[in-house]
């Protein structure tokens, strides 16, 4: 990475990540249905975005619920969908630059290669979410 990125910093679980400004359309609150059955780990439930029907992502486990609240930012993907996704979050925290963005090494179960580690401008070390890859990785759509 040559030159600093922004990203909205977020609380989510017990921790906090980056996610890149330029997949971030809107944070606010939706609706999220019951987990699909076979649905990819990170694959929450569908949910309704004001008009629009969405995927929901959560890197934590989520309540086993029937219909609920969530908090979340909708993404904005280079690549038109027909559908569009939204990832679960605890709560925004603020915008951030990031300095230098180092790919994931060693790709787990726990830890998928779309968590990349990030450095801050302030120095602080987060992680990143690569919003295409973690799209992709779903197999969903």
């Given at each position: 990475m040559t030159e600093a990125l922004n990203g909205l910093e977020c609380r989510i679980g017990q921790?906090?990540?980056i996610v890149p400004m330029t997949a971030v359309a809107q944070v606010g609150n939706y609706r999220v249905g019951g987990r699909l059955p076979t649905s990819a780990r990170h694959v929450a439930g569908i949910g309704a975005w004001?008009?629009?029907l969405v995927v929901?992502?959560?890197l934590v486990a989520s309540?086993?619920?029937?219909d609920r609240e969530a908090t979340g930012i909708l993404l904005e993907t280079?690549?038109?969908t027909p559908m569009r996704w939204a990832l679960e979050i605890i709560a925004p925290v603020g915008i951030v630059r990031v300095v230098k963005i180092t790919p994931n090494a060693q790709p787990s179960t726990r830890r998928p290669a779309w968590l990349q580690t990030a450095i801050t401008s302030d120095d602080r070390t987060m992680l990143?979410?690569?919003v295409e890859e973690m799209i992709a990785a779903t197999g969903v759509g």
């Open positions: 921790g906090r990540l004001e008009e629009q929901s992502l959560s309540a086993a619920t029937v280079k690549a038109r990143w979410i690569a």
